[in-house]
């Protein structure tokens, strides 16, 4: 099974900041990455699938990059609406997808 | 608008039974591919079970295997989660999702189960 790791696991910023968020995983999965965000109670939202394709509405502050093992989310200017937490997941295999274990965006 | 509206979560004794429902609307749900996921309380997300548009692939995550059967009926635009022999450790947040070849693009609000 593909392990996927997230760093940090808290980040705090304030608003206006530039955030990276790091998604290592365990093999190579290519560019099959996608990225969640998830607010209290709520469903998570797909945000960038494909590494760095971007969901249709999803505002442009956010991007992704990387390839292989190691992935990045970026936020280029953090907005009230972004504080969260965030999830990657692989899916280069079928069936056995997994996600990372979370980063949660908090207010400085 | 596409909705996925998930129902049949309960409290249920350790080896017990349910049934999860997810009602699909706002778009052609037999051209879709589907998944399962949960998150127990306070965790991470977890992929449960995926079936292919026509319901020929069909898999499931090894805690679930044996012990959960999914299944789609795309003339009431519906998806199904059996779960028998329920632990604890099932219990969790269970959502439905629209599966685009592995990202999941459309979720429900999901349905507590405790077990």
């Known amino acids: 099974d593909i392990q996927m790791t997230q760093s940090p696991p808290t980040l705090s910023a304030s608003v206006g900041d530039r955030v990276t968020i790091t998604c290592r995983a365990s093999?190579?999965?290519?560019?099959?990455l996608a990225w969640y965000q998830q607010k209290p109670g709520k469903a998570p939202k797909l945000l960038i699938y494909?590494?760095?394709s971007l969901e249709s509405g999803v505002p442009s502050r956010f991007s992704g990059s990387g390839s292989g093992t190691e992935f990045t989310l970026t936020i280029s200017s953090l907005q009230p609406d972004d504080f969260a937490t965030y999830y990657c997941?692989?899916?280069?295999?079928?069936?056995?997808?997994?996600f990372g274990q979370g980063t949660k965006l908090e207010i400085k | 608008e596409v909705q996925l509206v998930e129902s049949g979560g309960d409290l249920v004794q350790p080896g017990g039974s349910l049934r999860l429902s997810c009602s699909a609307s706002?778009?052609?749900?037999?051209?879709?591919?589907m998944s399962w996921l949960r998150q127990a309380p306070g965790k991470g997300l977890e992929w449960v079970s995926a079936?292919?548009?026509?319901?020929?692939?069909?898999d499931y995550a090894d805690p679930v295997k044996g012990r959960f059967t999914i299944s789609r009926d795309n003339s009431k635009n519906t998806l199904y989660l059996q779960m028998n022999s329920l632990r604890a450790e099932d219990t969790a947040l269970y959502y439905c999702?629209?599966?685009?070849?592995?990202?999941?693009?459309?979720w429900g609000q999901g349905t507590l189960v405790i077990v």
């Open positions: 997941q692989q899916y280069i295999s079928y069936s056995s997808y997994s």
């Open positions: 093999q190579s999965i290519s560019s099959w």
């Open positions: 494909k590494t760095s």
């Open positions: 706002g778009f052609i749900f037999r051209n879709y591919a």
């Open positions: 079936m292919s548009v026509g319901g020929g692939s069909i």
């Open positions: 999702a629209t599966d685009i070849s592995g990202r999941f693009r459309d």
